[in-house]
C-alpha cells in the first residue's frame, strides 16, 4: 500500500518535473526578449575601454584601459562641460525635490473644498496634461509664449501692457525655473492623486476627537493630516533622490535651443549630444556608465537609510 | 469627508482662496487646448493677425481637411495609430503570459527566471550601448524598434504575476482534471479573470505608445517610420519644414482665400490637435483605470 503510493506520488512529481520544463519552453520567447533588450546591451559597456568608432569591429580597436574616465581630469574642455551638466543635472533635481511637499499640499487643501462636483472636475482636469507627451507641451508653450502667435504675448498687447511682444522662449534667462514650471504643470496634479488616497485611509475617528477638544481646520491638517500623508511623502522622496541623476532626457531634448543649451543641458542629454550628434561614442559610454553605477548606489542607500529610518524598505 | 457648519468669516474667507487657487490652476491645465482648438477652427487670416483669444470667429474646418493633405501627415498617423494597437496587444500578451506561467511553482528553475526578470527594473545600459545594440540587430529605421524593446516589461509582469497568484487554485483544477493543458488553462480560464488588471496595462500601454517620441529619435531616419508626434516636433521647431510643407500642398495654388489659407501656425495648430485630441476623448473614460494605475505601482514600488 505504501509503495503504491509513493510511486503515485514519484509519478505525480516526475508529471510536475515535465510540466516545469514545458512552462519554461512556453515562456523561453519572452525570456529571450528579455535577455536581448535588457542584459545585451551591458556588453556595450566595454566600449569605454576601447578607442571605439562607429562601424569598426571591437576587436580592431585599440584597449585604453581607464583613459575615457579619466579624460576629464586632464583635458579642461570636458570638465567644464562636466561641470557645467552635473550644475544643470543637479540645479533642476534639486528644484523637483526642494518642491515635493507641492502635491502633498495639492491634496490636502483639495479635500478641503467641500462642494464634491468641483472637488472631482478640478481632480480630473488637473490630470488631464500627465497624459499628453513632452511635444505637446511644447507647443501648448509655444501656443501661450511664443512672439508672434502666443496667446500672452497677444493679450499683453491688447490690454496695452506692453509695446511690442516679448521673447519669453528665445531667452537663456531662468531656464532651471521655466522648465520646472512646465514639470509642474504636468504631473502636479496627477502626483496629488497618491496622497489623495492615501487621505482617505486616515482613521476620521481622529477628526472628530480633534473637534471636540475644539481643533481648528489648520490645527487638524497641522497635527493630523501631515503627519498621516508623511510616510507617503517619504517614500517618494527617497525615491527622487535615488533619481538625483536620472531627470530623462525627452522634455529637454524637446526645449533644447542654441540659446539656451548652456543651462539645460542635463547628462542624459550630454550623453546624447557626445555620444549619437557627436559620435564620441567611447566617452559617451563612460560617462553614461558611471551615471547607471552612480544611480544604482544612490538607490540603494536611499533604500538602506529608508529601512534604518522607518524599519521599511522603499522596494 | 469633513463637515463645516460654522460659517465664521475665516472659514469663508479661506474657502474663497482655496475655491479660486484650484479654480485658476483648473484654467490653466485646460485653457492652452480650448485656445489651440479655437485657433484651428476660425478664419485664419484673424488668427494670424491675433484676434482669436476666447472665442472662435468665422468657423471652418479647412485645416483638418488640409492637413490630411500634407504629404507626410497620413503616413505618420497611420504609424502612431498602427504602433498603439499592435503595441498594446503585444504588451498584453508578454505581460499577462509569462506572469502566468511564472506563477506556477512547478517551473523550471522558477525563482532564478523570476529574478532575472525583475532585476532588469533596477539597472538600465544606457543610451548609447543600447543604440549600438539595436544597430547590431538591424533595428535602426525598423518598425519593429517601436514594438519589440517595450513588448516585456517587468514591471507589467509581476503585475499580473501577482493578481494571478491572488486567484483560487480550485477554478483551475477542474480542467486540469479534464485534461487540458497549461495554454488552454491560461486563455479560458486565467485570461479572462484577470481583465481589470489587463486593461489598466492596455490603457498604459496604449498611452505610452501613442505618446512615444524619443524612440524616433534616436532610432529612426527614415521619413516613412516619423511618427505624428515627431511630425509635430518638426513642424514646431522648423520653419523651412513648414514651408515644404505648405508648398507642397496640391490645393495651395487653388486656394487663395485666406480665410481658410494654410498658415504656418494653422499647421502647427492642427496637427497639435490632431495628436491631442485621441487622449482627450479616451481619457474621462478610462479615468478609473488611470487611477489604479498609480495605485498598483505605489503597493508595488
Redesign the interface.
Known amino acids: 500500500m505504501a509503495f503504491v503510493k509513493n510511486n503515485a506520488k514519484k509519478q505525480k512529481s516526475k508529471m510536475?518535473?515535465i510540466?516545469?520544463?514545458?512552462?519554461?519552453l512556453?515562456?523561453l520567447p519572452?525570456?529571450i526578449?528579455?535577455f536581448?533588450?535588457?542584459?545585451?546591451?551591458?556588453?556595450?559597456?566595454s566600449?569605454a575601454f576601447f578607442d571605439y568608432k562607429a562601424g569598426h569591429k571591437l576587436l580592431n580597436t585599440n584597449f585604453v584601459g581607464l583613459k575615457y574616465f579619466m579624460v576629464p581630469f586632464s583635458n579642461s574642455i570636458l570638465r567644464a562641460d562636466i561641470v557645467r551638466v552635473m550644475r544643470n543635472t543637479l540645479a533642476m533635481s534639486f528644484l523637483g525635490i526642494g518642491t515635493s511637499m507641492l502635491p502633498m499640499f495639492f491634496a490636502i487643501?483639495?479635500?478641503?473644498?467641500?462642494f464634491r462636483p468641483?472637488r472631482k472636475?478640478?481632480q480630473?482636469?488637473?490630470?488631464?496634461?500627465h497624459?499628453?507627451?513632452?511635444?505637446?507641451v511644447?507647443?501648448?508653450v509655444?501656443?501661450?509664449f511664443s512672439l508672434?502667435?502666443g496667446?500672452v504675448?497677444?493679450?499683453l498687447?491688447?490690454l496695452n501692457l506692453v509695446d511690442a511682444p516679448i521673447a519669453f522662449l528665445g531667452t537663456s534667462n531662468n531656464v532651471w525655473i521655466t522648465q520646472w514650471a512646465y514639470g509642474t504643470?504636468k504631473n502636479?496634479?496627477?502626483n496629488a492623486?497618491?496622497y489623495i488616497?492615501s487621505?482617505?485611509s486616515i482613521d476620521?475617528m481622529l477628526?472628530e476627537a480633534a473637534e471636540i477638544d475644539g481643533a481648528g481646520?489648520f490645527a487638524?491638517i497641522f497635527y493630523i493630516t501631515i503627519p498621516g500623508l508623511l510616510p507617503?511623502f517619504f517614500?517618494l522622496l527617497m525615491?527622487s533622490i535615488g533619481n538625483l541623476l536620472n531627470n530623462g532626457?525627452?522634455q529637454y531634448?524637446?526645449f533644447q535651443t542654441a540659446m539656451n543649451k548652456e543651462y539645460i543641458e542635463v547628462l542624459?542629454l550630454y550623453?546624447?549630444n557626445q555620444?549619437?550628434r557627436g559620435n564620441n561614442?567611447s566617452y559617451?559610454?563612460a560617462v553614461?556608465?558611471l551615471?547607471?553605477l552612480v544611480s544604482?548606489t544612490l538607490?540603494f542607500t536611499a533604500n538602506w537609510f529608508s529601512k534604518f529610518v522607518r524599519g521599511e524598505s522603499?522596494? | 469627508?469633513?463637515?463645516?457648519k460654522n460659517l465664521t468669516a475665516g472659514?469663508v474667507i479661506?474657502?474663497i482662496i482655496?475655491?479660486t487657487?484650484?479654480?485658476l490652476?483648473?484654467i490653466?491645465?485646460?485653457f492652452?487646448?480650448y485656445?489651440?482648438l479655437i485657433?484651428t477652427i476660425s478664419d485664419n487670416k484673424l488668427v494670424?493677425m491675433?484676434r482669436i483669444?476666447f472665442v472662435p470667429q468665422g468657423i471652418h474646418f479647412e485645416n483638418y481637411i488640409s492637413a490630411f493633405r500634407i504629404k507626410n501627415l497620413p503616413n505618420a498617423a497611420f504609424i502612431s495609430l498602427s504602433r498603439t494597437v499592435l503595441g498594446t496587444v503585444l504588451v498584453i500578451i508578454?505581460s499577462s503570459?509569462?506572469g502566468y506561467?511564472?506563477s506556477?511553482k512547478?517551473?523550471?528553475?522558477?525563482s532564478f527566471?523570476y529574478r532575472?526578470?525583475v532585476a532588469?527594473m533596477?539597472?538600465?545600459?544606457?543610451?548609447?550601448?543600447?543604440?549600438?545594440?539595436y544597430k547590431n540587430?538591424g533595428l535602426i529605421n525598423n518598425y519593429l524598434v517601436y514594438l519589440?524593446?517595450s513588448?516585456?516589461s517587468?514591471f507589467n509582469l509581476v503585475l499580473c504575476k501577482t493578481y494571478i497568484e491572488s486567484i483560487p487554485q480550485s477554478l483551475e483544477e477542474s480542467a486540469e482534471i479534464d485534461g487540458a493543458?497549461?495554454?488552454i488553462r491560461f486563455t479560458r480560464i486565467i485570461f479572462p479573470l484577470i481583465k481589470p488588471i489587463v486593461a489598466t496595462i492596455a490603457v498604459f500601454s496604449a498611452?505610452g505608445h501613442?505618446?512615444?517620441?524619443?524612440d524616433t529619435?534616436?532610432y529612426t531616419s527614415k521619413t516613412k517610420l516619423f511618427t505624428l508626434?515627431?511630425i509635430?516636433?518638426l513642424y514646431?521647431n522648423e520653419a523651412t519644414a513648414l514651408a515644404e510643407v505648405i508648398k507642397s500642398d496640391p490645393a495651395a495654388g487653388a486656394n487663395i482665400d485666406p480665410a481658410t489659407m494654410l498658415t504656418p501656425?494653422a499647421v502647427?495648430?492642427t496637427i497639435?490637435m490632431i495628436?491631442?485630441l485621441p487622449?482627450?476623448f479616451v481619457?474621462?473614460f478610462f479615468?478609473k483605470y488611470?487611477?489604479k494605475g498609480?495605485?498598483l505601482g505605489?503597493v508595488k514600488?
Open positions: 510536475k518535473d510540466g516545469g520544463k514545458k512552462l519554461f512556453m515562456t519572452f525570456l526578449i528579455i536581448i533588450f535588457a542584459y545585451v546591451p551591458l556588453f556595450g559597456w566600449f487643501f483639495l479635500s478641503e473644498i467641500g468641483y472636475v478640478v480630473t482636469l488637473t490630470t488631464i496634461p497624459f499628453i507627451s513632452w511635444v505637446l511644447y507647443s501648448v509655444w501656443s501661450l508672434n502667435d496667446f504675448n497677444h493679450l498687447l491688447k504643470w502636479l496634479g496627477w492623486i497618491l488616497s487621505l482617505n476620521s477628526y481646520r487638524k507617503t517614500v525615491l532626457m525627452e531634448y524637446i542624459d550623453v546624447y555620444g549619437i561614442i559617451a559610454t553614461g556608465m551615471k547607471s544604482l538607490l522603499i522596494f | 469627508m469633513k463637515k463645516q472659514n479661506f474657502n482655496n475655491y487657487i484650484f479654480g490652476f483648473t490653466i491645465c485646460i492652452p487646448f485656445y489651440i485657433n494670424s491675433g483669444m508578454a503570459f509569462p506561467t511564472l506556477k512547478e517551473f523550471w528553475h522558477r527566471w532575472f526578470i532588469t533596477y539597472f538600465n545600459a544606457g543610451i548609447i550601448p543600447v543604440y549600438v545594440t540587430l519589440l524593446p513588448m516585456v517587468p493543458g497549461y495554454f498611452v501613442w505618446n512615444a517620441f524619443m529619435v534616436l508626434q515627431y509635430l516636433y514646431l501656425t502647427r495648430y497639435t495628436t491631442v487622449v482627450l481619457y474621462p479615468q488611470f487611477i498609480i495605485m505605489a514600488g
